[in-house]
């Protein structure tokens, strides 16, 4: 059994404002009315505990976790360290106020004409239909990345609700898997490090910076995304990288040998 870590529980477990990234929908035309419901918990195994299986060496180096004000970075990292160990600690109890705080989400969304959605999995990769959790709340759209291959092939196949989306995340260790899945019809989401081309490998790409209700994507594109916080300095290959010289990337080559940085 493995050692309990020390957490407080938090005030609340989700987020309706102050993420930048889910909050951009609120200033894009016709899509207003949309609002988010976030999940924030310490990804990887910054908790002790992996939320992350299918955590690259470059993606968890890069996690959007760092990106913002680094200012708040300890205060955000203490309360989704305190968040992930009651999941992990306390399960049935964090459920359940889970479930109240989704419930009041959907209420809150009604009187206020507005449309509800929910991103469980903002800066983790935990499989949350385990809990039943889509079924439960019909009404609300439910949407996340993904790394596990499992996961999204269920997604492309139509094994999960009708209110849940899937976007299969690209890193520099499951390319094949990536374009399997856009073979497949599904949707991947590539980091580029400055411009997000028109194109890739033959896919049209369309820039998922714009918003992130990726539920309105259209099928079986690329979701560009620019590279924030300490993605901008990666090069282990999970920043899709064009423009700048071999010598950057050999220079990490060099530092990290072992790592398959090939950019392709």
């Given at each position: ?80 360290i305190n968040r992930t160990r009651y999941y992990m600690q306390n399960r049935e109890e964090f459920l359940s ?168």
């Open positions: 059994m493995k050692k309990q870590l020390e957490y407080s529980k938090p005030n609340k477990l989700c987020f309706r404002e102050g993420n930048p990234k889910t909050d951009k929908n609120k200033k894009v035309q016709g899509l207003e009315k949309y609002r988010i419901l976030r999940l924030n918990l310490a990804p990887y195994n910054l908790s002790g505990y992996q939320v992350c299986p299918m955590a690259s060496l470059g993606c968890a180096k890069a996690c959007l976790h760092t990106a913002g004000n680094p200012v708040f970075q300890a205060q955000k990292d203490k309360g989704r106020r889970l479930y109240k705080e989704l419930k009041n989400h959907e209420i809150y969304c009604n009187k206020n004409n507005l449309i509800p959605v929910a991103r469980l999995n903002t800066t983790s990769d935990i499989s949350w239909e385990v809990h039943n959790i889509f079924n439960m709340f019909p009404n609300i759209t439910f949407y996340d990345y993904t790394k596990i291959p499992k996961r999204i092939l269920k997604y492309i196949n139509g094994e999960y609700p009708k209110n849940y989306h899937l976007t299969f995340s690209l890193n520099e260790s499951n390319k094949e898997d990536a374009f399997n899945i856009l073979k497949s019809g599904g949707n991947v989401a590539i980091v580029f490090r400055k411009n997000i081309p028109n194109t890739y490998k033959g896919y049209k790409v369309i820039n998922g910076d714009e918003h992130d209700l990726r539920f309105l994507d259209p099928q079986n594109v690329i979701v560009g995304l620019k590279a924030k916080g300490k993605a901008k300095t990666d090069y282990s290959g999970f920043v899709m990288d064009f423009e700048d010289s071999f010598n950057r990337i050999n220079e990490y080559k060099n530092k990290n040998k072992g790592i398959d940085i090939t950019m392709n």
